[in-house]
């Protein structure tokens, strides 16, 4: 009677359930609390936030045609074609007031004192080094510096007249005439990660794109003078640019050491030969030098950017939203992403199936942030010499269009040509495959 009267009050005070339910509540809390746990070291919900605010900042900004050119000063007339997803990410319209600080911020890492390392987030960039030694020389007065050789003029830079009837062929032949071209995976290697489209923005690479690049390649005199230059502009599209003396030194023998080169001397062959400049190779040089260094207006400022600038280093410019406008040269890439300023997001997917990049792939269409602004889209020829380069946009602005359909060794590729009056706005490749 006594135990029947006590089952019942256990029963009245809910303690009637038997103890495998106990243990199984027990097990429930037990688990919920483990996977709270696991969230918290696991970083997801850190990326949840972060995907929201990413998404937040940039949830217009493929929404608008990002590769209309709209030149602002000198009555230039804009690009008014809508043009295809592919045909990059940049040039809108350009100026907004720069924060030094942010813009020179530093990443900041984060430290847990327990020694709990959280895991699924982007592993820290491997540091590469970079030799600078000899770049105080380069501001040395040009006639005072030591350049190469002169490559030997035969008949391998002159022109053929196919060449000078048909622009894709006379790319073809620069691309074969770029001896400075590194080898993928013997001088370099690069990380493609995964792909994605264009318009989406998580993050499809694990790490670097760059996994490496040998030492030797900033011994390379035309590599290492044009990486000497990068540092020399302010990336604000409206900020009025002062250019030292020293830095017009520099220039100066950046365009001597490469006009040395067998692509540089071909370009000249062939625009001599249609007319365009003239036979004699100093005044050509100073031409080429014109071109890429002169300083013009954009965005409303005047002298704030150059052809060399907007191309190779890169800009920031803003129309409704912050933008990273140019920024189509690999060494750039390679030094901002060593110095932890670019993250790279993963390649995007190219137009035809079966296409995927890998590290032998010298064209590369990918999507990164700049300091953490967005490039939603850029393509950019890996591995070749800043002669090329020069030589290749220099002869597809002379002698082309806005769209040049070339081929450059196994690439079919689309040289973009906006132009800025009798300047260079941008120039860029698209993959055509």
Not at 329 to 342: I, R
């Amino acid at each position: 009677m006594e135990g029947l009267i006590k089952g019942l009050v256990d029963v009245a005070l809910g303690g009637g359930r038997d103890r495998g339910d106990r243990e199984e509540e027990q097990r429930s809390r037990d688990e919920r609390s483990r996977s709270s746990w696991a969230e918290v070291v696991s970083g997801d919900q850190d990326r949840d936030d972060q995907e929201r605010r990413r998404h937040s900042q940039h949830n217009n900004q493929w929404s608008v045609q990002e590769e209309s050119q709209v030149w602002q000063d000198e009555g230039s007339r804009p690009s008014r074609r809508p043009q295809k997803a592919l045909d990059e990410g940049h040039e809108k319209n350009e100026g907004f007031n720069w924060n030094q600080n942010n813009w020179n911020r530093e990443e900041k890492r984060e430290d847990n004192n327990d020694g709990w390392e959280t895991v699924g987030r982007k592993p820290p960039r491997r540091q590469h080094k970079i030799q600078k030694e000899q770049w105080n020389g380069y501001k040395n007065p040009p006639n005072e510096q030591e350049y190469s050789n002169d490559v030997q003029i035969d008949d391998t830079l002159e022109p053929s007249e196919e060449e000078l009837a048909d622009l894709s062929q006379g790319c073809y032949r620069l691309w074969e005439l770029d001896s400075n071209r590194l080898v993928p995976r013997k001088e370099y290697e690069i990380d493609c990660g995964d792909g994605k489209k264009a318009y989406q923005k998580d993050d499809m690479a694990q790490g670097s794109l760059f996994s490496w690049l040998s030492d030797d390649v900033f011994g390379k005199p035309t590599y290492s003078r044009f990486c000497s230059l990068l540092d020399n502009y302010n990336p604000n599209a409206g900020h009025k640019e002062v250019v030292t003396s020293e830095e017009k030194q520099e220039q100066a023998a950046f365009i001597e050491e490469i006009s040395r080169t067998a692509p540089i001397k071909y370009l000249h062959k062939y625009l001599s030969a249609k007319g365009i400049v003239s036979g004699n190779y100093q005044d050509f040089k100073r031409t080429i030098s014109s071109l890429w260094f002169d300083l013009y207006g954009r965005g409303g400022t005047s002298s704030c950017s150059s052809a060399f600038e907007h191309v190779f280093v890169g800009e920031i410019k803003q129309a409704g939203e912050q933008e990273v406008s140019g920024f189509h040269n690999w060494l750039q890439f390679y030094l901002e992403e060593a110095k932890g300023n670019v993250d790279y997001q993963g390649y995007i997917f190219p137009r035809r199936r079966g296409q995927i990049p890998d590290s032998e792939t010298q064209l590369l269409t990918v999507q990164f942030e700049w300091n953490g602004i967005l490039k939603s889209v850029s393509t950019t020829l890996v591995g070749v010499s800043p002669e090329f380069e020069i030589a290749l946009y220099t002869l597809c602005f002379f002698v082309g269009g806005e769209d040049n359909y070339v081929q450059l060794g196994p690439y079919p590729v689309n040289i973009k040509c906006y132009r800025f009056g009798d300047r260079i706005g941008s120039v860029f490749p698209i993959a055509e495959n």
